[in-house]
Nanobody, 127 residues
């Protein structure tokens, strides 16, 4: 699976933004999709993840109730809708995928649990 993240940009505090993660390959629907972010000088951190069915989700506490992850398996695309953005949300945002075969819903939060990564898209939030 090859991933292409897009949708980043410069916004003001309080604004919204939607990131997209377009995937190539026929196995997109068999992958967990995660969004991570990395601020300058900081480690990459988990933001959100979504199960194959597009229903089960997991969020970091820092983005819960502001960010919404979704996916459209027919379009091989995942999204991260971000509301009420704050300067501390400034980071490069990456989408990642991990193929899973079993039915048990597990949504990992560590980068090492994801196999495929996109190139990242920069989100800058000004105060």
């Amino acid at each position: 699976v090859q991933l292409q993240a897009s949708g980043g940009g410069l916004v003001q505090a309080g604004d919204s933004l939607r990131l997209s993660c377009a995937a190539s390959g026929r196995t997109f629907s068999n992958n967990i999709i995660g969004w991570f972010r990395q601020a300058p000088g900081k480690e990459r951190e988990f933001a959100a993840a979504i199960w194959k069915n597009g229903i089960d989700t997991n969020y970091a506490d820092s983005v819960k109730d502001r960010f919404t992850i979704s996916r459209n398996n027919a379009k091989n695309t995942a999204y991260l809708h971000m509301d009420t953005l704050q300067p501390e949300d400034t980071a490069v945002y990456y989408c990642a995928a991990n193929p899973v075969l079993g039915p048990n819903v597990i949504l990992p939060t560590t980068p090492s649990r994801y196999v495929y990564w996109g190139q990242g898209t920069l989100v800058t939030v000004s105060s």
